[in-house]
């Protein structure tokens, strides 16, 4: 009874209504534009650091805040401040660098070049603390176990991983078992002694540096040159990338693929682990196609995929997650900012606040008794016991929507078309159309309305969304209002203009035809099998 | 078996004394609305024929607003009196011929006072009817058949009555409010008599007559002053002053008066007894309503182009309501000076809030059938049904679907199709073509088309509406401009089980839509999108239709049908060919028969074996609609039936005015189940109803969107059928409705009183002792409050009544 009730009270609003015209709606995608899950990668602010020398071969952010960024890039690493992306300090190297990572107290950094050397850094001082001899070939990756912070675990293209003990620039242990070039490693970010080490013949190996025997503790075997390894942040998975695919594989579980993805192109350089604001973490991978794709390995798709102008070759993301960093063959950083929400701090705000707050209620609660009751603005927002009426919502009407309110339809198109917003010209003409009235508007203009309408038929009569009301119309213009249009000088531009425009509409009509004439006999074969 | 869709509109409706009901004649029987809750409340049931006046005994004092008495007068020759609040039919007098107006002088001029004076008034209880004398109607003479006369409603049998005026044909009776005049309009001219006080039976009324140059169509008297104005059909009001001031008032001194008639009578006509006559001109097209607020101090007018205008009577300033999208028929004002209420011709009763004329609420009843362009008529399908719930959606006229409850006979909702203002009168240029609900009802699909102007500016829209999870209205989901480039829809079918539906147009290929809301499983975001085209040999598709698990779509390509699967998109096999195109196109519920109508130039109604991929067979029948049952192989469809059949001496009988009939065909079986035949087929469509399983019905809207719902197998309609069907509009009730349906048959424990003639004000007196029956029995059938509480009080002071008595 009651529903049935709300909708008599409905009805009455419907019998008296002013419509207002409205432009034709326009198709919306099919597909969502905008998930979460795109809005959050898209809304890093981007931000380029230019002209770095040849490629951006590795990129790490230090664990601690502020978190300052290394980039290698040639012969040298430049660190920079995360926050402004300006460039603090720099360190050279004998030859290239292929490999940059932090400790985990940010204090020091650890690079490796393809002369062999591994060196250590300390992020305050110019010179290397600690030059670690011992690669035969160049190194091509190092990198500090998740917590420990006296070793070093280093492999090159001698296919020897080796096991550093750091203070005493000593080699603890040489990891032999790979056959090939090893490219790329990770440690544990669980056990500081667990890490895994890819190579160029196709295996990912897992190592102890406790089992001192020199043999791996598990192999994986990606089936194609591996380019980067990482450990996602259970430790028990890790995700690989070679050629052009990345895997997921679950190592407690005996070293089972999970899952892998293979839409990109060309190679895939790089792998790092994000963290979204809801604290789930994605696998973002960068590849020489130029794209970045992030996967979901939970539900092993891939949620959002951005196209950068030169091939990719490193991938660093903040640890706080508000910066992304991707280093291009063409020596460009491309970072991506975001600004971040300080909930930390918020939280700690609303501690100190809850006692004002109350006090603020407490003081706001206004009774009618009281001399401030009667002073309150417009901008008083309702208390919780307020009853609400909402004021009914005016109608706005536009400018031409009043005058064919008032059957003022010459007037009413004259305005609109001074508006210069063609969506709502033809709305309107469609509504004078309704209303058999656009023929004797058209033959009630004046000469400068005539031009303006001219100018306007002559803009947008082949706009394909307009054209089936507009060339129609041109045409009855022009025949009607022949003679006022004829040997006038103001017209002649505007008419050489028409003739032009609907010239070479009818070429494009020509080519699109001998187009299909093209297309329509494969169409009929390609049915027919 | 349910029938309503009865026009509210046919007479002015009446407020109760205490604004608080509403009496719309409805048919044979008067409806009682609630002001409050725009609902039905009771009937007044018991004429046999269409009721044209309802008069509600007016009360003089506030403590009489309670009274619930009306007198109502019918096309079946019976004036009758009624308790409404009961309701209880109290007198019933017998006037011999149809009576098309009557109106009740005494009423309004000695309004009952006490019961004891009313009773010695009673015997001159004035009526003046206006009748039409069917005695004299032969075929083609001119005889005058409409009588003006005077009845004395005090007498059980009423004699012929003294003629006062014959017209041509039978004209309605204006009053004026005070009770004095009362009047006809005939053609160009007003006839006015006053009415004779002192109430002598035999004193005779004088009359005048005012002129004008147009046909005048409505006219009224002012309440206090004699002031008469009147609408022509060229949209004027015409005001006239001091009416009567010689004729009428000095009577005998008339010849005298005439003499003096001096120039200065400005704009009135001829020898016209009125000081002055002034004329407004605001209405574009003829004006139908004219009424004087109670107080004289306005004036209400309005007409074709639906606009509500108010007149300060002295001053001639304007007010109006505008757009209300129909041209009004009649407008009242009720006791309650803050409600009051305007009919419209479109079957809806608005009522108004009243200094600020804003609509409170609407009576809907069920909107009648849109004006199409010639070009459309027989293609357009403008009703639709939802099965489970009975509900039809049918195109109006203000570019709406209103959504109408067939099974309580009541509107819902109406949805804005086309964002426009309709104004009755205009040409037209939009028109909603085509309407269809899918099985469930959850999804609505229109298709309207704009018409060009001189070639220019044509548009063809098809829109998807997704209906609100709780109330029963639809929210625009998609449009698609131009669904088939610029030909028309011809027709939409909706797939049984999927959220798919096809377009087929004219322009020689079809569509299939489906929703892309499945995966993501919320309807708000949810749209249409072209799944597959196809077409066939370039022929115009005229109908489709979706096999009952949906898994065949058939198209009709002008005289074949094609089978399509509607997933992959692939021609499965062409039925061979018809005589003539395929208008409407049906699967017979879950079986392989298909049925096919097509009506120009030749009309067939042909049932195809879809697995055998041929014709079983076919009638030469022009076919209205076409409907199954889900379940069964039944069928049924709407026949017009053929002239040829109809003028056939022996059979003229039964078809009387009857054009159409239903089929009812099972399946293979060429010979129909049952045959029922209905009037104003034209135009009309039917649905099978499958609301709860157990009982399949048959619901059929004829032309003018009245409707019946039966049971196409029982017995009890089949005896009709088969005898003498008696039509829809001359069939009586065979089921109760509203408040008897709910709360049964109220005891007839008055029925004695009734019979007592002189009883006729008397409610309150009662020669039985009606308190020892009436609270025996469920207190669901207890008489109203009021009435009750009188009756109880009356047993406890049995003196009273005594007194009376």
Not at chain 1, 394 to 418: C, I, N, T, Y
């Amino acid at each position: 009874m009651e529903e049935e009730l709300r909708v008599r009270l409905n009805e009455h609003h419907q019998v008296s209504k002013v419509f207002p015209v409205k432009p034709k709606s326009t198709a919306k995608p099919v597909s969502e534009s905008e998930t979460p899950e795109s809005r959050y990668w898209s809304s890093f602010k981007p931000h380029s650091i230019p002209n770095l020398v040849s490629s951006i071969s590795a990129l790490a952010f230090s664990p601690v805040h502020p978190h300052s960024l290394a980039v290698a890039h040639s012969a040298s690493v430049s660190l920079f401040s995360s926050l402004s992306l300006s460039s603090s300090r720099r360190f050279s190297f004998r030859d290239v660098v292929s490999s940059v990572c932090f400790r985990s107290d940010g204090a020091l950094f650890a690079a490796c070049d393809l002369s062999g050397v591994v060196q250590v850094f300390d992020i305050k001082e110019r010179m290397a603390l600690r030059s670690l001899r011992s690669h035969t070939a160049p190194a091509r990756f190092v990198k500090y176990p998740f917590q420990d912070k006296l070793h070093l675990v280093s492999g090159g293209d001698d296919g020897v991983v080796k096991y550093w003990d750091v203070a005493g620039s000593t080699v603890i242990s040489d990891l032999l078992g790979h056959k090939d070039y090893v490219r790329c490693g990770d440690c544990s970010p669980v056990n500081d002694s667990m890490f895994i080490t890819g190579s160029y013949d196709h295996t990912v190996k897992v190592w102890d540096a406790r089992v001192d025997k020199s043999k791996w503790i598990a192999e994986i075997n990606h089936g194609l040159p591996v380019e980067d390894v990482v450990y996602l942040p259970s430790g028990g998975m890790i995700a690989t990338a070679g050629g052009n695919s990345v895997k997921v594989w679950d190592l407690i579980g005996g070293g089972k693929m999970v899952c892998s993805m293979e839409s990109h192109n060309k190679t895939v350089t790089s792998l790092c682990v994000g963290r979204m604001d809801s604290a789930e973490t994605r696998l973002v991978s960068v590849a020489l196609d130029g794209y970045m794709k992030v996967f979901d390995y939970g539900r092993a798709k891939v949620t959002y995929s951005m196209r950068f102008p030169a091939p990719l070759m490193s991938l660093c993301l903040s640890p706080d997650g508000s910066t992304r960093v991707i280093g291009g063959s063409n020596g460009v950083v491309f970072a991506g900012k975001k600004k971040l929400r300080d909930a930390g701090e918020k939280k700690s705000l609303s501690l100190w606040s809850v006692r004002s707050e109350v006090d603020e209620s407490r003081r706001r609660a206004l009774r009618p008794t009281y001399f401030r009751y009667f002073q309150r603005g417009q901008s008083e927002k309702p208390s919780k016991e307020d009853y609400f009426v909402k004021q009914k919502k005016g109608l706005k009407l536009a400018r031409h929507d009043k005058l064919l309110k008032k059957f003022r339809h010459k007037e009413a198109l004259v305005s609109v078309l001074e508006e210069k917003k063609p969506a709502n010209v033809v709305a309107v003409m469609e509504e004078l159309v309704a209303r058999r009235k656009l023929m004797k508007c058209v033959s009630n203009m004046e000469e400068g309305e005539l031009g303006m309408l001219l100018g306007f038929l002559q803009r947008y009569c082949t706009v394909q969304r307009y054209s089936g009301l507009l060339m129609g119309l041109t045409k009855k213009v022009l025949e009607t209002r022949a003679e006022d249009i004829k040997g006038k000088n103001e017209f002649k531009g505007l008419l050489r203009n028409l003739k032009r425009e609907v010239n070479q509409e009818i070429r494009i009509q020509q080519s699109l035809l001998e187009i299909q004439g093209v297309i329509a006999p494969l169409m009929r074969i390609a049915g027919r099998s | 078996m349910i029938r309503g869709g009865r026009s509210y509109v046919t007479s002015p409706p009446s407020f109760s004394n205490d604004a608080k009901k509403l009496l719309v004649c409805t048919g044979n029987t008067v409806s009682v609305f609630s002001a409050a809750t725009g609902l039905q409340v009771t009937s007044l049931e018991g004429h046999t024929a269409p009721v044209t006046t309802l008069i509600v005994v007016p009360a003089s004092s506030p403590a009489q607003k309670i009274l619930c008495y009306c007198w109502t007068a019918s096309l079946d020759g019976t004036v009758r009196h009624w308790d409404f609040s009961g309701p209880e039919l109290l007198k019933t007098i017998e006037a011999q011929h149809p009576i098309y107006s009557m109106v009740i002088p005494s009423l309004l001029s000695e309004p009952q006072q006490q019961i004891d004076k009313r009773r010695q008034l009673s015997d001159k209880l004035v009526a003046y009817v206006s009748v039409e004398d069917t005695s004299v109607v032969k075929e083609g003479s001119k005889e005058l058949r409409g009588h003006i006369r005077r009845f004395n409603l005090a007498k059980p049998r009423i004699p012929r009555g003294d003629t006062l005026k014959e017209t041509a044909e039978p004209e309605s009776i204006v009053i004026s409010p005070s009770g004095e005049f009362f009047g006809i309009r005939h053609k160009c001219k007003i006839h006015i008599w006053d009415v004779p006080s002192g109430g002598s039976r035999h004193a005779v009324s004088r009359k005048m007559t005012l002129h004008h140059s147009k046909f005048i169509n409505v006219f009224a008297f002012h309440p206090t002053e004699r002031i008469v104005v009147a609408g022509d059909v060229t949209g004027r009001v015409l005001i006239w002053r001091g009416v009567g001031n010689r004729k009428l008032a000095l009577g005998n001194q008339k010849k005298k008066v005439r003499a003096m008639v001096d120039l200065d009578n400005a704009g009135v006509r001829g020898e016209d007894d009125a000081e002055s006559c002034t004329t407004w001109h605001w209405h574009s097209a003829e004006v139908n309503v004219l009424n004087f607020s109670s107080d004289g101090a306005y004036l209400y007018s309005g007409g074709r182009e639906g606009v509500l205008v108010v007149w300060q009577l002295d001053t001639g300033k304007k007010k109006f309501l505008p757009r209300i999208g129909s041209p009004l028929l009649y407008f009242m004002w009720s006791q309650d000076p803050t409600l009051s209420s305007v009919v419209c011709a479109d079957n809806q009763i608005h009522l108004l809030k009243m200094p600020s004329m804003e609509i409170l609420r609407t009576i809907s009843g069920i909107k009648p059938p849109p004006s199409l362009p010639r070009m459309y008529e027989g293609l357009a399908s403008t009703v639709a049904f939802d099965r489970s719930s009975g509900i039809a959606a049918l195109c109006t006229e203000n570019y709406c679907v209103q959504l109408y409850n067939l099974l309580n006979d009541r509107g819902i909702s109406e949805i804005q199709v086309c964002e426009r203002n309709h104004q009755p009168g205009d040409e037209i240029t939009v028109v909603v073509t085509a309407v269809a609900l899918s099985l469930d009802g959850s999804v609505m699909s229109t298709t309207e088309v704009k018409l060009p102007e001189d070639g220019i500016g044509g548009l063809v829209s098809l829109k998807f509406w997704m209906s609100e999870p709780d109330s029963k209205t639809f929210t625009l989901s998609t449009i698609v401009y131009e669904p088939h480039r610029d030909a028309g829809v011809s027709a939409i079918a909706f797939h049984p089980t999927r959220r798919m539906a096809v377009s087929t147009s004219f322009g020689g290929d079809f569509k299939i839509w489906v929703c892309n809301s499945e995966k993501n499983q919320t309807d708000k975001d949810s749209s249409w999108i072209c799944h597959a085209v196809g077409s066939y040999k370039k022929k115009p598709m005229t109908a489709a239709a979706f096999s009952g698990d949906g898994s065949v779509l058939a198209v009709a390509a002008e005289n074949v049908i094609t089978l399509w699967n509607p997933d992959k998109n692939i021609l499965l096999s062409v039925l061979g060919a018809t005589l003539t195109p395929i208008t409407k196109l049906c699967f017979a519920g879950k079986s392989e028969f298909l049925v096919a109508a097509s009506h120009f130039p030749r009309p067939e109604l042909s049932v195809w074996n879809a697995s055998k991929l041929s014709l079983s067979w076919s009638y030469g029948l022009r076919i209205e609609a076409v409907t199954s049952a889900v379940d069964s192989s039944s069928f049924a469809v709407l026949a017009l039936i053929p002239k040829s059949f109809k003028t056939d001496e022996s059979k003229e009988n039964i078809f009387r005015s009857r054009d159409g009939a239903i089929l009812l065909f099972n399946g293979s079986d060429p010979k129909p189940v049952s045959i029922w035949t209905v009037m104003q087929a034209k135009g009309g469509s039917i649905s099978f109803l499958e609301g709860d399983k157990t009982q399949v019905r048959l619901a059929y809207v004829n032309g003018n969107h009245e409707y019946v719902v039966f049971d196409p197998n029982s017995d009890e309609s089949h005896e009709r059928s088969a005898v003498d069907y008696d039509g829809l509009v001359g069939q009586e009730e065979t089921g109760d409705a509203g408040y008897t349906s709910l709360y049964g048959q109220l005891p007839d424990y008055d029925k004695k009183r009734m019979e007592d003639a002189e009883s006729l004000a008397t409610p309150f007196v009662s020669s039985e002792r009606p308190w020892e029956t009436i609270f025996s029995g469920s207190t669901l059938n207890f008489p109203p409050l009021e009435k009750l509480c009188a009756e109880f009080f009356e047993s406890l002071m049995e003196k009273r009544t005594a007194v009376v008595e």
